[in-house]
């Protein structure tokens, strides 16, 4: 019946709704919203508070993942992902689009990396996906991550060439001096 009745509002008065719920979670329920962010961040994502949703969606995952519930956090990042995938930003957001993108991407390779293990193909591409927002941002710190983990990757297929490889390039990309917890 409460679906029923959901579908049958005008998408319009549906967001307006889910935005009114979000609000009234927020003034009038601040510890369930601390408790279940992903509550708060399905009402703001059907709300059309794309901003919003994002970040409780990221906090819902960091508090499952507190929970050492790994795949409960996949699932809410995955959501953020998509929700960021779907967003119709304008260009000139497209730097904090990508680096949001980047930090949901790092946060989904820790839990890949706990549920699937290092040689999961998942993980693989999403190692790819943050090298590609590490180049083009220009973060060397998530690049070096990013690379790290496909490393891990080919080692754990046994491509020992590949993993070499790529462990060959890490180091060079060091250069002669690097800061000392890059080799870590």
């Known amino acids: 019946l409460r679906d029923a009745a959901h579908q049958s509002l005008l998408a319009r008065d549906r967001r307006r709704l889910h935005g009114v719920i979000a609000s009234v979670l927020q003034a009038q329920f601040a510890p369930l919203c601390e408790a279940q962010p992903e509550l708060l961040a399905w009402h703001q994502e059907q709300a059309g508070e794309t901003a919003?949703?994002?970040a409780a969606?990221?906090?819902a995952a960091r508090r499952a993942t507190a929970r050492s519930a790994q795949h409960e956090a996949q699932g809410h990042l995955r959501r953020a992902l998509a929700l960021l995938a779907a967003s119709t930003d304008p260009?000139?957001?497209a730097p904090q689009r990508l680096a949001t993108e980047l930090r949901l991407q790092l946060l989904l390779a820790g839990r890949l990396m706990a549920t699937a293990g290092y040689g999961a193909a998942p993980l693989a591409a999403v190692y790819q996906r943050i090298e590609v927002l590490a180049q083009a941002l220009g973060d060397a710190g998530?690049?070096?991550r990013a690379r790290l983990g496909l490393e891990g990757f080919h080692f754990m297929r046994a491509d020992f060439a590949r993993a070499a490889e790529l462990a060959d390039a890490l180091v060079a990309g060091l250069g002669p001096s690097p800061e000392p917890l890059a080799w870590l």
Do not use: R
Request: hydrophobic fraction near 60%; aromatic fraction near 8%.
């Open 52 to 54: 919003a949703a994002l």
């Open 142 to 144: 998530a690049l070096h």
């Open 57 to 59: 969606w990221e906090q």
């Open 91 to 93: 260009p000139a957001d």
